[in-house]
């Protein structure tokens, strides 16, 4: 599990990830069970939320970048060609 994570997660995702379920824990440590659990799980969750959509984003933006660059190989090697005929 924690390969996986290393392995799709930067540090600055992961040390916000760590802090935020640091904080989380110790709100719930020192609010109990209460009405305000729910407002700290929310923050939990949003930050959860934003960490996966910076994911989505770096995967989206490397295959983008691959297609780009697979295109520009393609345009090279039809210059090629072209100016030996």
Do not use: P, W
């Not at 799980?41 to 697979?70: H, R």
């Amino acid at each position: 599990m924690l390969s996986i994570i290393r392995k799709n997660c930067d540090i600055g995702s992961l040390s916000v990830i760590f802090i935020t379920f640091v904080l989380f824990a110790v709100a719930l440590f020192t609010k109990g069970l209460t009405h305000d659990l729910l407002l700290e799980s929310a923050v939990f969750l949003v930050s959860v939320k934003l960490i996966i959509m910076s994911y989505k984003n770096s995967s989206a933006v490397m295959t983008t970048l691959k297609s780009l660059d697979e295109i520009h190989l393609s345009l090279q090697r039809l210059e090629n060609v072209e100016s030996k005929n």
